[in-house]
């Protein structure tokens, strides 16, 4: 994706993904340089050598998604709250000869304006504050720059981080102001963003076809409902976060007003190991623990019974003392339940 912006009208942005939270609380990291070969995991990596040079995706997250869901019926979670992952963040990009052989070509065609371009070398040439694009800390440190998220190129909020290249030092921490720069919280919220769950259609007794006034039983087969993460990390910088989910709630919306949920709030909670009850012979007439009794029939269509668990969800990283809790997820699908009239045979 190419644009120009007001940090330096950069011609390219690398698009890899990223987000932060500016909202939720922020740790310290203390930052040195990893292997950058991001072993077991899947996404772009990169190191430095000894002169400071990085690869194009030296700032790139990297994934590890072995414990996390999968299989077609898989989706994200959705938050709870009114929280939704940025579009952009900040990491390191260039050393000192990358950012000069980066800027220089686009100050000498001319094409940002003799102003801007006179602004820029004062910046980053003439020591207002950084001279000679930081040469001295060549291997000591990497300017870094914004990135944008992975399918949020067209995004407004990808536009939002346009603050100038800016110098972070190994092993120290990028500027307080700058909240959108890359810490293991902000991992922690992009792994956040690539949780996988499994689909929450339940197991009804009767199936598919039931009764009206007839209670149906709704249980999940648990096995399905491990807790999962994602672990997302830059090796360049040496930090990393896990982020987990675990199931703690069913919700069943009975898809009509014509119904009675079991418990009256329709939300079954998971008791060691196991939502709702599988239904057992001889059982019919029982008050079931988690399930809906339909008062109407569903005509010639079938109601949609939508199945939603609520995920608990939170995170461990770098440099983090405990897990921080992350706002609660969910996910929900629905399935067809057909209501029929109790037929009476008159003699």
Same mark, same amino acid.
Request: glycine letters at 12%; a negative charge.
């Given at each position: 994706? !190419?644009?120009?912006?007001? !940090? ?5 942005? /690398? ?39 990085? $690869? ?54 001319? /094409? ?10 004062? !910046? ?71 949780? !996988? ?35 997302? $990390? ?62 109407? /029939? $569903? ?49």
């Amino acid at each position: 994706m !190419r644009r120009v912006s007001g !940090r330096g009208r950069t011609l390219a942005l /690398s698009v890899i993904v990223a987000l932060s939270v500016a909202a939720l609380p922020g740790t310290a990291a203390a930052y040195g340089p990893g292997d950058g070969q991001g072993s077991g995991t899947t996404g772009p990596s990169g190191n430095a050598d000894d002169k400071g040079n990085i $690869s194009a995706t030296a700032g790139a997250v990297v994934f590890d998604r072995s414990k996390n869901g999968s299989g077609q019926s898989a989706g994200p979670v959705t938050s709870t709250t009114t929280w939704t992952p940025p579009a952009c963040y900040y990491a390191p990009k260039y050393s000192p000869d990358q950012l000069k052989k980066h800027l220089e070509p686009i100050w000498g065609a001319g /094409s940002t304006g003799y102003e801007w371009d006179a602004s820029q070398r004062d !910046r980053y040439v003439n020591g207002h504050p950084y001279k000679d694009f930081n040469k001295d800390k060549a291997g000591k440190g990497y300017w870094w720059d914004s990135y944008v998220t992975e399918g949020r190129e067209g995004d407004p909020g990808a536009l939002d981080c346009d603050k100038p290249y800016f110098w972070v030092d190994t092993n120290d921490d990028p500027p307080a102001d700058i909240p959108e720069a890359i810490t293991p919280e902000r991992l922690a919220q992009l792994a956040y963003a690539e949780i !996988r769950v499994p689909s929450t259609k339940v197991d009804l007794a009767p199936e598919g076809t039931t009764k009206v006034n007839l209670p149906t039983w709704a249980w999940l087969d648990t096995a399905k409902f491990k807790p999962v993460s994602v672990t997302a $990390s830059v090796p360049l910088l040496g930090i990393e976060a896990t982020t987990t989910a675990e199931p703690v709630a069913l919700k069943i919306e009975p898809g009509t007003d014509d119904a009675t949920t079991y418990p009256a709030s329709g939300v079954c909670e998971f008791d060691s190991g196991h939502i709702g009850e599988p239904y057992a012979k001889g059982k019919s007439e029982e008050t079931p623990p988690c399930g809906v009794r339909y008062l109407r /029939s $569903s005509g010639d269509g079938a109601y949609k019974l939508k199945a939603t668990i609520t995920w608990k969800i939170h995170w461990t990283g770098t440099g983090v003392a405990g897990a921080q809790r992350l706002p609660e997820g969910t996910f929900g699908a629905t399935q067809d339940v057909i209501v029929q009239e109790i037929q009476a045979v008159n003699r």
